[in-house]
């Protein structure tokens, strides 16, 4: 199906994620009125805070929740149609084959008794009905496109005869097996070690290039958001606190919290012997305090901020943010 | 004991480990025993010397051949109808296999089958089957066996389904423990991920990954359930008299040790204990194989 020119390929449209308990008692706002766009071809970063709704964001647009969450408002519309309408059946038909997802831990993500082959080709052999060899043959194929040394070997192998880099690589191959649209990695690099995250990183961006790819890329390393991605997006608490092209954001940060964040990342030039911290936790996600979620934290908080939540302000550049402070500089910045 | 504990830090890997590993690698004496047993059992109209469920009164207790009083007629001497015991071990061996492997096939079917779906599942469909599993074992397992011969009456078959129908419980049990560690698996949510659905998932990423507890649960319980079958037997209960079943010849025979017939009870009791250990040592080497991580060991 092809996108429809001049709109997004994803658009999340005040999306919220809820996870209730078991008495119905406690609700936690794990994903908050979220709006994002992706574009095709396109690497939207998602930044924040363990527990800021990262995860539960990409499960959500995936529909693959845990059964105590579930998606109480919002649209999702992705290349036309709204996947919070679709049915379960026909969410499995958008699943590995439109929308693809890499998760966090490869050394797990492979079931250790099937070999390679075999797993490559069970996204092609479950959506596209296609006969063993053929699925095979585009198996060996994905191998080669992700860099795997002779996978016609390789293929008929089993998981733990593989390291930990080319098992992320095999899982990246089945990531892109049916040619999705748009594929969400979750933390992917987390457990590699350095020298094969740049590795794997290029190779997203390869294969990003040659399959016209969108992406979604969560993760907490603001170096991989630098060197991957063209928008970002800061999430804090379940909500979006500001999101726009890299390059601006990292130039000039309109939220606090944006700000906190780089200021977080150590430099080598830096002579001071601690690092910087944002003080205090982020707020309880089922009692949140009235006004911005951040205030508590923030330097530059004053008594709006605690009274009234700030809704998402629309900058210049295609940029938002949800704070005060914003709305005072795009009015300062119009007169 | 500082050179022992010096050693045993020095050895590259467990010694229990290797020994296993090896020991995986030839199976040859379960395997012998086995092969010998379904032999038997298979050719047993062949093999066997005599008619079973023959015998003669005039050649009642006839000690086994290298006894005194013993003759090459009868090699391991005849019981208390004057039938022949060799001839009766040998039929024998075919009522222990037919019943032993299909009534743990049979349970383990019905077992697994359920522990996946609650595991799986969970919610409503976990509560029921785990509920009625809890009944089901609250029952001691002989006495509930017993009930059920006592209904459906004697007959091997009718054996098999109340042994299945008994059994099933255990391997429930441990399925579904193995798949709500399995489910949370990163493979099988990238499964979930990928688009498959829950029955594909179970089948292809669930169902392999438990077969293993399965099997090594099946030969710790074909050694029970052989014995459950010669304890119905022994009961009077399980296989109908005239056929010749291991179980119900240790039954007759128990009378005899008082006063010296060994063989009646001593020879159908090796039988099913080389069975049960066989089937034991087999289910060890063939979990060994079933993992590919330990294959190549």
Known sequence: MAAIPGRPLLELDNLSTHYVSAQGTRVVRAVDEVSLRVHAGETVGIVGESGSGKSTLALSILRVLPTAAQIVSGHMWFEGEDLVQKSDAEMRHVRGKRIAMILQDPMASLNPLFTIGNQVAEPIRVHEGVGRSKAWERARNLLKAVRIPSPETRVTQYPHEMSGGMRQRIVGAIGISCEPRLLIADEPTTSLDLTIQAQYLNLLRELQREHGLALIFITHNLGIVAKMCDQLVVMYAGRVVESGPVSRIFNTPAHPYTKALLNSIPRMSDTRQRLTAIDGQPPDLSSLPRGCSFAARCPSAFDRCRKETPPEFNLDGGRTARCWLASVAMQSGAA | ?297
């Open chain 2, 1 to 297: 004991m500082s050179t022992t504990t010096q050693r045993v830090a020095l050895s590259p890997r467990p010694r229990s480990r290797s020994s296993v590993a090896r020991l995986g690698d030839l199976p040859i004496i379960p395997l012998t025993i086995l092969a010998i047993i379904t032999f038997a059992a298979i050719f047993a109209d062949v093999l066997a010397p005599h008619n079973p469920e023959v015998g003669s009164l005039t050649a009642r207790f006839h000690p086994p051949f290298w006894q005194a009083g013993g003759n090459t007629d009868h090699w391991l001497g005849t019981d208390q109808l004057g039938r022949d015991v060799l001839s009766r071990l040998i039929f024998g061996a075919r009522v222990s296999m037919v019943v032993g492997f299909t009534a743990v096939i049979f349970a383990g079917a019905i077992g697994t089958v359920l522990g996946i779906l609650a595991g799986y599942l969970g919610g409503w469909v976990d509560q029921v089957i785990m509920r009625l599993t809890d009944a089901w074992l609250a029952l001691p397992g002989l006495t509930f066996a017993i009930f059920l011969a006592a209904i459906v009456g004697p007959s091997m078959w009718n054996i098999v389904i109340i042994l299945g129908a008994v059994y099933w419980t255990r391997y429930a049990r441990v399925v579904r423990g193995e798949v709500l560690s399995l489910k949370e698996r990163e493979f099988v949510r990238l499964a979930v991920v990928a688009g498959c659905s829950k029955w594909t998932i179970m089948r292809r990423h669930i169902l392999p990954n438990v077969v293993n507890s399965a099997i090594v649960l099946a030969t710790l319980m074909l050694g029970v359930v052989i014995v459950t079958e010669a304890s119905l037997s022994f009961l009077g209960v399980g296989v109908p008299p005239p056929q010749p079943a291991w179980g119900l010849m240790l039954s007759d025979g128990k009378q005899g040790l008082m006063v010296g017939y060994w063989w009646l009870t001593v020879l159908p009791g090796c039988c099913i204990m080389l069975m049960v250990l066989s089937a034991n040592l087999l289910g060890d080497w063939l979990r060994v194989k079933l993992d590919p991580q330990l294959r190549q060991l």
